[in-house]
């Protein structure tokens, strides 16, 4: 057992090995970046879509009073 120990442990701390899982985890927080930076930009937008849309409902509550 002690064996297996040491074989993983060469595995996993290898060059090639660490590299891999390290590009893999660094690709995988860009992409986590990137989606919350995506969500963001889809709240501001809903945001000031509701805002526009309030907006002309006042306008067109207004325009009926007059009219």
Same mark, same amino acid.
């Given at each position: 057992?002690?064996? !297996?120990?040491? @074989?993983?442990?060469? !595995?996993?701390?290898?060059?090639?090995?660490?590299?891999? =899982?390290?590009?893999?985890?660094? !690709? =995988?927080? *860009?992409?986590? *970046?990137?989606?919350?930076? %995506?969500?963001?930009?889809?709240? &501001?937008?809903?945001? %000031? @879509? &509701?805002? =526009? !849309?309030?907006?002309?409902?006042?306008? =067109? $509550? $207004? &325009?009926?009073? &007059?009219?």
């Amino acid at each position: 057992m002690n064996n !297996v120990g040491a @074989i993983l442990g060469r !595995v996993f701390c290898s060059g090639p090995f660490s590299f891999a =899982l390290g590009f893999g985890l660094g !690709v =995988l927080a *860009l992409y986590m *970046l990137d989606r919350a930076r %995506e969500k963001k930009k889809m709240e &501001e937008t809903h945001k %000031e @879509i &509701e805002a =526009l !849309v309030k907006a002309l409902e006042l306008r =067109l $509550q $207004q &325009e009926k009073k &007059e009219g």
